[in-house]
């Protein structure tokens, strides 16, 4: 198969997302549940939780990294991307060798391994991503990421879920990392072109960060994310609580979410790419807005069936259009690390929304939360013409 053509560009970002989600959907949904079967203490979980967040964070190192050196001369992204995908498989496969209870160290040793791993695989997929997609495309390839990630998450929790009750956690962990290594048949294809002087690793590509563009993109990043996962996070305890739908419903809706998320993912990139990013970003805020006002009407669980499903529509829409704009704007010079900053930023928006979500909740209830969060996320619709200034469809990276 040609490595250049959109198939199997789409092909090889999606089998790596994919796997990024699919470790995502242990640490989000099922790591309390392993360490609660060792009878370990929930200040325990959360300690592990916190450490797992850490190569999250220097992740913007990664991308220095890979922005910076050809690793053993073999290239700046699919070496990273191997050695990424290696260690996510290496860990999960140890993982069952070790017992929490006894040492928990070691537990949280392997964690921390397997989500640097995660880290360094997506961050240096991303910097390809920029490297080599063409911009009418950009909006395409997130959608398929978004999509992938979304999907993993439906798919995976399902399978891990049942491996857990009818066969083992041991099982489990084992079919993931199996998982983890079907991607590498398309990595070891990837054949990285040579890069121009203009695009050599160039600490003069920081200036790119300082604009005032840059600076409102970066706010409707931290904003969008605040908005889209306080809900999110708040959707299964709304359901229950206030619309009185049952535990068990409750896993059902939640795949719906995912249904929505992947639907909306992959409608984002064509409509991204045909709309030009500024009438994207602008249908995406009013829709996400939209889908909350849905949820706080949601008064029964038929209005609530279509309103999570509207949401998640919405928020993989939203997600697809902003990271498609993100791959725009990032200078060719540090593509990976300025991704990655930009992720962070909204990983920020991400942990200030859950608390602030909580106290919305305890304070007002559930629908005022999702109230606040539509104003909160419409507040941003006016910069949405100062970072896109000019016509809708003309080059981002113009910021």
């Not at 991303?126 to 978004?146: H, S, Y």
């Not at 979304?150 to 399978?159: G, R």
């Not at 990837?190 to 050599?200: F, I, L, Q, T, W």
């Amino acid at each position: 198969m040609r490595t250049d053509t959109k198939l199997f560009r789409a092909l090889l970002v999606g089998s790596i997302y994919f796997i990024e989600g699919a470790i995502l959907t242990y640490f989000s949904g099922f790591n309390a549940l392993y360490l609660r079967s060792f009878n370990l203490s929930y200040s325990l979980i959360g300690i592990a939780g916190g450490i797992v967040l850490i190569p999250f964070v220097i992740k913007i190192f990664i991308g220095m990294l890979s922005d910076r050196v050809s690793l053993l001369g073999q290239g700046h992204r699919k070496p990273y991307m191997v050695a990424g995908i290696l260690m996510q498989a290496t860990g999960l496969f140890l993982l069952p060798l070790v017992n929490p209870a006894k040492a928990f160290a070691g537990y949280i040793v392997l964690l921390s391994f397997i989500s640097l791993g995660m880290s360094t695989y997506d961050t240096t997929t991303d910097g390809l991503a920029i490297d080599t997609t063409p911009e009418e495309q950009r909006g395409f390839v997130q959608g398929v990421m978004v999509g992938a990630r979304a999907l993993a998450a439906i798919v995976l929790a399902t399978t891990f879920g049942f491996l857990v009750a009818r066969v083992s956690w041991a099982a489990s962990f084992i079919f993931i990392g199996v998982v983890t290594l079907l991607p590498l048949v398309l990595v070891l294809q990837v054949h990285e072109p040579e890069r121009p002087p203009e695009k050599e690793f160039s600490l003069a590509g920081f200036r790119s960060l300082l604009t005032v563009k840059m600076g409102l993109f970066l706010v409707l990043g931290l904003v969008y994310p605040l908005a889209l996962y306080s809900a999110q996070g708040a959707i299964g305890a709304f359901l229950h609580e206030r619309v009185g739908i049952s535990l068990e419903q409750v896993g059902l809706y939640t795949s719906l979410f995912g249904v929505g998320a992947v639907l909306g993912g992959l409608a984002g990139g064509p409509f991204s790419d045909r709309l030009g990013r500024r009438a994207s970003i602008l249908l995406a805020l009013l829709a996400t807005s939209l889908a909350l006002g849905a949820l706080a009407l949601s008064v029964s669980p038929v209005l609530a069936f279509f309103a999570v499903l509207i949401f998640g529509m919405a928020f993989g829409y939203y997600e697809t259009v902003y990271q498609a704009a993100g791959m725009d704007v990032c200078d060719p010079r540090i593509a990976a690390t300025m991704f990655a900053i930009i992720m962070a930023v909204g990983n920020i928006g991400i942990g200030a929304g859950q608390a602030v979500s909580g106290v919305l909740i305890d304070k007002a209830g559930f629908q005022a939360l999702f109230v606040i969060l539509a104003v909160i996320n419409l507040l941003t619709l006016p910069l949405v013409p100062i970072i896109f200034e000019g016509r809708s469809r003309q080059r981002t990276n113009a910021l």
